[in-house]
Structures are given as structure tokens and as C-alpha cells.
């Protein structure tokens, strides 16, 4: 780790001007070279060819989970390093790579003393995702956070009027998963080494719907009650319709039967844990 690019994403939960500068101080402070920085998404994502050409050997984002999903999925081919830092709400993935969560003190620690390691990863088809899958009624909830997010008001009332009768909707089922025989409004599939871990959020009545829609806005949502959980090898929704999908927070429509299984990563992903003996 000595030739950096930093990804930043200001529309992460996490990123502003002062901490983005304490980490690049952080960078000089630590014997690191900074070769290029990209602002995503005002700038576009750097390519395998502009990285080798600039002798990078780690790619080191401050972003949220899509921003992440994104640049992995760009980079898929490309040999070197990921250094991810905590710039999102949840960063699930960070705190599974990192015993802290300050992200200058994870960039003193990887600069001195790292390991490179495979995570698990959720796959559906072309899709992948490495925090989780967000399937049901409940997933056209993420328009009207977005918005709120951004302070588009109008259009996040829009969006969470939609949501709520979404949400009264018939739910989903799945198949072949004996488990979670339910319908449910909200279904979240998380990778582990151990497999697919579902949780199945049951909203019956207009007060856990509500429940379920505010804890959606504040990216807490599996805080709401009524919540069956199960670790499974692979599930599939049933139904001949396509369904919303958030991977890592993006929308992606799966067709109908689409096979959702989990696979381990390559080992790119610094990790600044102690080794388990």
C-alpha cells in the first residue's frame, strides 16, 4: 500500500470537506502518495487502464454502500487493493473490516500493518452485493429516503405516499425456503461466510407499516418489530413478475425466479483486524 486513489462520494452520509481533508493529511502524515482523486459521482469512476498507468496499488474509498458496490464491480479485473472507509449510514462492510471506525485512524493502520482478505458477497444473475439485498414492498421506500436525503421534500412525500400503499400490498413470498413461509413487506438478505442470512419484516396493520417506514427513513429499519430470521443456502421470490431489489442501496428489477446465492469475494478488501488465531 504506497500509491493511492481516493473515491469520495459528498452524498454520503459520512463525507464533508473537513473529514475528506483530515484523511488526506492522513495520507501524507503516513508516507502515502495520493495519485489521483475522483468525486463521485460529479466525476466519473477510474478505470483498471488509469489506475495500472498511474502505478496505483489501492484504491481507497470514503462512500456509501452503492458507491462501493460500484467501484467493485468497475474494478472487478483490475489486481490491486480496496481500502474501504466508513463514509456511509450503516457501513456494514467497514465495520466487518475494521475493529474501529474513525477513518483516519484505519488509514495509520493499514499504512503500517494490513492484510488483504476475500469477503462474502450476495449474487442474483449479474447483480452482486456486498453489504445486502433489500426485496419486497418495503424497497420503494429507498425514493422517498433518497429524496429526504438531498432535501427534496415534495418529492419525498410523494415517495412515501407511494411506499405506504405499496407496503398494504400482498407482500412477498419465497420459494423453496421453508424457514420464512410467510409474506413479508420487507425481506433483507445479508452474505456470510456461513451463507445467506434473512430477515422477514411482517407489517399487518397501519402501525407496523408506519413503524417500518420510519425506521426506513432514519436506516435503522430492522429495528421494527415483527422480524422472522433464517440462514439459508439460496431463496428465490415466488411469482411469474419481476421484482424491486436494492443491492447495497440500488435499484435493479430481477426477473421472476432469479436464483439469489452467496459466494465469497476475491481477496482484495484491506482489513486492519487482527488476525484470529
Same mark, same amino acid.
Given at each position: 500500500? @504506497?500509491?493511492?486513489?481516493?473515491?469520495?462520494?459528498?452524498?454520503?452520509?459520512?463525507?464533508?470537506?473537513?473529514?475528506?481533508?483530515?484523511?488526506?493529511?492522513?495520507?501524507?502524515?503516513?508516507?502515502?502518495?495520493?495519485?489521483?482523486?475522483?468525486?463521485?459521482?460529479?466525476?466519473?469512476?477510474?478505470?483498471?487502464?488509469?489506475?495500472?498507468?498511474?502505478?496505483?496499488?489501492?484504491?481507497?474509498?470514503?462512500?456509501?454502500?452503492?458507491?462501493?458496490?460500484?467501484?467493485?464491480?468497475?474494478?472487478?479485473?483490475?489486481?490491486?487493493?480496496?481500502?474501504?472507509?466508513?463514509?456511509?449510514?450503516?457501513?456494514?462492510?467497514?465495520?466487518?473490516?475494521?475493529?474501529?471506525?474513525?477513518?483516519?485512524?484505519?488509514?495509520?493502520?493499514?499504512?503500517?500493518?494490513?492484510?488483504?482478505?476475500?469477503?462474502?458477497?450476495?449474487?442474483?444473475?449479474?447483480?452482486?452485493?456486498?453489504?445486502?439485498?433489500?426485496?419486497?414492498?418495503?424497497?420503494?421506500?429507498?425514493?422517498?429516503?433518497?429524496?429526504?436525503?438531498?432535501?427534496?421534500?415534495?418529492?419525498?412525500?410523494?415517495?412515501?405516499?407511494?411506499?405506504?400503499?405499496?407496503?398494504?400490498?400482498?407482500?412477498?413470498?419465497?420459494?423453496?425456503?421453508?424457514?420464512?413461509?410467510?409474506?413479508?413487506?420487507?425481506?433483507?438478505?445479508?452474505?456470510?461466510?456461513?451463507?445467506?442470512?434473512?430477515?422477514?419484516?411482517?407489517?399487518?396493520?397501519?402501525?407496523?407499516?408506519?413503524?417500518?417506514?420510519?425506521?426506513?427513513? @432514519?436506516?435503522?429499519?430492522?429495528?421494527?418489530?415483527?422480524?422472522?430470521?433464517?440462514?439459508?443456502?439460496?431463496?428465490?421470490?415466488?411469482?411469474?413478475?419481476?421484482?424491486?431489489?436494492?443491492?447495497?442501496?440500488?435499484?435493479?428489477?430481477?426477473?421472476?425466479?432469479?436464483?439469489?446465492?452467496?459466494?465469497?469475494?476475491?481477496?482484495?478488501?484491506?482489513t486492519t483486524r487482527k488476525e484470529r488465531e
Amino acid at each position: 500500500m @504506497r500509491i493511492l486513489w481516493f473515491i469520495t462520494n459528498d452524498q454520503s452520509g459520512s463525507v464533508g470537506d473537513t473529514r475528506r481533508a483530515a484523511i488526506e493529511e492522513a495520507f501524507r502524515a503516513s508516507g502515502l502518495q495520493l495519485a489521483g482523486h475522483s468525486r463521485f459521482p460529479e466525476a466519473p469512476l477510474p478505470d483498471a487502464q488509469t489506475l495500472t498507468a498511474a502505478r496505483v496499488d489501492t484504491v481507497v474509498l470514503f462512500a456509501g454502500d452503492g458507491t462501493i458496490n460500484a467501484v467493485a464491480h468497475r474494478l472487478a479485473d483490475w489486481p490491486g487493493a480496496l481500502l474501504i472507509l466508513p463514509g456511509g449510514t450503516m457501513n456494514l462492510l467497514a465495520r466487518e473490516l475494521h475493529d474501529v471506525l474513525d477513518p483516519v485512524e484505519i488509514v495509520r493502520r493499514a499504512a503500517t500493518m494490513h492484510r488483504t482478505v476475500a469477503v462474502p458477497q450476495v449474487i442474483a444473475g449479474d447483480h452482486r452485493a456486498f453489504v445486502g439485498v433489500i426485496l419486497g414492498p418495503a424497497a420503494y421506500w429507498y425514493r422517498a429516503r433518497e429524496n429526504m436525503r438531498v432535501g427534496r421534500i415534495r418529492r419525498a412525500i410523494a415517495g412515501i405516499r407511494h411506499a405506504w400503499r405499496v407496503t398494504f400490498g400482498k407482500g412477498v413470498r419465497l420459494a423453496d425456503t421453508p424457514e420464512l413461509p410467510g409474506r413479508y413487506q420487507a425481506i433483507w438478505v445479508q452474505p456470510a461466510t456461513e451463507g445467506l442470512k434473512v430477515a422477514g419484516v411482517v407489517a399487518h396493520d397501519w402501525r407496523m407499516a408506519g413503524e417500518l417506514g420510519w425506521q426506513w427513513l @432514519r436506516g435503522h429499519w430492522l429495528a421494527a418489530s415483527a422480524v422472522e430470521r433464517a440462514t439459508v443456502g439460496h431463496l428465490r421470490v415466488r411469482g411469474s413478475a419481476s421484482r424491486l431489489a436494492l443491492f447495497d442501496g440500488e435499484p435493479v428489477m430481477l426477473p421472476p425466479g432469479t436464483d439469489i446465492r452467496c459466494a465469497m469475494s476475491g481477496r482484495r478488501f484491506i482489513t486492519t483486524r487482527k488476525e484470529r488465531e
